[in-house]
């Protein structure tokens, strides 16, 4: 409650400042140091939140490295298990597998020995760079809490100084204004003593904390930068690394590394279907020859063999056919669809009720004024005589109060000033 009627007193004195700008000039050199705390404050928490999403995004980045190649490897487990590998008809496709899954695992490796390395750097920024600064934030919030003491502490000052000169200035004064008097020059001098002690601790403080402060955020600032050259110094070696124990060549271009390894040549017809067979058989459980045997079986029973998925119409599939037309697919959905003579029954649509009736609405009723009326009660409403008002509740009795709308107001009247 002190607080409460404190700044309640010191309202009117800033007020009194904005207005009539006082003081500018004694606190024109104070002004400038307010102004290099609120610079340090913002520096600092700046490096704060830059520190802390430099620690995440690596983080971040690691985790996503590792679970990428675990999902790479997934990705390649039917194609590599040693059940599909017997069914190729040429080996040189299913040759490059145990290649490429050997890649995926020094992927993995150097992935995890990267992190391993970096680890203890991410350690250091939340040691040297976001602790200290943690720390460095609360002192800072601490000045400030200070710095606002003092300003309250000049508004007590202006406030006493100004009830003195009034009372200096009159020419003669009462017994009680001149106890007032006394009283107003003890509070001054007072507030004036308060005001000095803060505005000399600060001026005196503040040059050496800007020094100290310097020193720490300058000695945070180059560290941060240090982990941060160090840490991308460790993932360009371990990328490079990766890379040319893959086979990559950093220094060419990914397109004609392409070329150079003749990847299109494991698109040709018979690798992509001895690839679509693995893929079959992998996924269904079953061994080839019992899936071309289940497709002859059901050419036989009734299903024309042009609209069967066959295996001679997968083999002759090549990088340059177009893929059929619209109509084609029609006719053949056409031909085996109509070897299914029973069509499904339509199921009928649920009877929807008629719609309620809507209740008419009441007819308003407006009655006149026959008197003035003024509102006794909160919820009373006024009228002149002459005035229309909306009946919204009445009784059969014109002696008690019935309930109207008038100027957009609700309210009780009496019903005997009404016709």
């Not at 606190?27 to 290099?36: A, C, V, W």
């Not at 890379?243 to 299109?264: F, H, K, P, R, V």
């Not at 063999?305 to 340059?320: A, E, K, L, Q, Y």
Request: net charge positive; proline share 4%.
């Amino acid at each position: 409650m002190r607080g409460i009627s404190k700044a309640i007193q010191r309202g009117p004195q800033q007020v009194k400042n904005i207005i009539h700008r006082n003081n500018q000039e004694r606190d024109l050199d104070f002004k400038s140091l307010e102004d290099n705390v609120n610079k340090i404050q913002v520096q600092v928490k700046n490096l704060l939140s830059d520190s802390d999403k430099f620690k995440k995004t690596i983080e971040n980045m690691m985790k996503h490295q590792e679970e990428l190649g675990k999902a790479i490897l997934e990705l390649y487990k039917p194609i590599s298990s040693s059940d599909t590998q017997n069914f190729s008809s040429n080996h040189s496709a299913n040759e490059s597998v145990p290649a490429d899954t050997r890649k995926i695992d020094i992927y993995l490796e150097k992935t995890r020995l990267m992190k391993e390395q970096i680890l203890p750097y991410l350690q250091n920024v939340n040691i040297h760079v976001i602790e200290p600064m943690t720390k460095y934030q609360e002192i800072i919030n601490s000045v400030k809490l200070v710095l606002k003491k003092r300003s309250h502490k000049a508004l007590d000052y202006d406030r006493h100084k100004d009830s003195l000169d009034k009372l200096n200035n009159k020419q003669s004064r009462s017994l009680d204004e001149e106890r007032k008097l006394n009283k107003t020059r003890e509070a001054f001098t007072t507030a004036e003593l308060e005001f000095k002690t803060y505005d000399d601790q600060l001026k005196q403080q503040l040059p050496s904390f800007f020094e100290c402060s310097a020193s720490l955020y300058d000695s945070s600032l180059i560290t941060f930068y240090s982990i941060q050259k160090d840490v991308y110094h460790v993932l360009y070696a371990y990328f490079y690394e990766t890379a040319n124990e893959c086979g990559l060549n950093l220094n060419t271009d990914i397109i004609a590394q392409y070329e150079s390894n003749n990847c299109a040549a494991l698109l040709e017809d018979s690798k992509v279907d001895s690839l679509n067979r693995l893929l079959t058989v992998s996924h269904s459980g079953i061994t080839p020859s019992a899936s071309i045997s289940s497709m002859n079986q059901a050419g036989s029973t009734g299903i024309s063999s042009s609209s069967s998925f066959d295996v001679s119409r997968r083999t002759s599939i090549g990088r340059n056919d177009t893929l059929p037309s619209y109509e084609d697919v029609a006719n053949r959905r056409a031909s085996y669809g109509a070897t299914f003579s029973s069509k499904p029954t339509i199921p009928q649509k649920p009877v929807i009720p008629p719609k309620p009736a809507i209740p008419p609405k009441p007819a308003i009723q407006y009655v006149v004024a026959l008197y003035d009326f003024n509102a006794q009660n909160s919820g009373d409403i006024s009228f002149k005589r002459g005035d229309r008002i909306e009946i919204v509740k009445r009784t059969d009795n014109s002696n008690e109060w019935w309930t109207g709308k008038i100027n957009g107001k609700v309210g009780q009247f009496p019903g005997n000033y009404v016709q």
